[in-house]
């Protein structure tokens, strides 16, 4: 069974930076592609970013593209997310989630969550 742990959220003021990270254990971390989504108050969990299991290939939604960054360490068991410029429209609940495919954009594409990190960007 694998858990997965994030930390690394907090209150940040708007164009800051947060790098989050996961920790897995449970499973062997190099054969799970990773994610990162995010939901907000009110708001349904919403795709953020994707890393294949080498780390060779990303995916992010547009709405964060060229601010966040998704890297990992697998021998590390770690998956972290840099976000850069951050605005009051990513307060969220942010999760790390792991696949078992190589590689996945969608939430049904994920096997495994963690608890949740929150990230609150003051304006």
């Known amino acids: 069974q694998v858990q997965l742990a994030e930390s690394g959220g907090g209150l940040v003021q708007a164009g800051g930076s947060l790098t989050l990270s996961c920790a897995s254990s449970?499973?062997?971390?190099?054969?799970?592609?990773m994610g990162w989504f995010r939901q907000a108050p009110g708001k349904e969990r919403e795709f953020v970013a994707a890393?294949?299991?080498?780390?060779?290939?990303?995916k992010y939604a547009d709405s964060v593209k060229g601010r966040f960054t998704i890297s990992r360490t697998n021998a590390k068991n770690t998956v972290y997310l840099q976000m850069n410029s951050l605005n009051p429209e990513d307060t969220a609940v942010y999760y790390c989630?792991?696949?078992?495919?190589?590689?996945?954009?969608?939430?049904?594409?994920?096997?495994?969550w963690g608890q949740g990190t929150q990230v609150t960007v003051s304006s």
């Open positions: 890393i294949s299991r080498s780390g060779a290939a990303t």
């Open positions: 989630a792991a696949a078992s495919s190589s590689f996945a954009v969608t939430r049904g594409g994920y096997a495994y």
């Open positions: 449970g499973g062997t971390f190099s054969t799970y592609g």
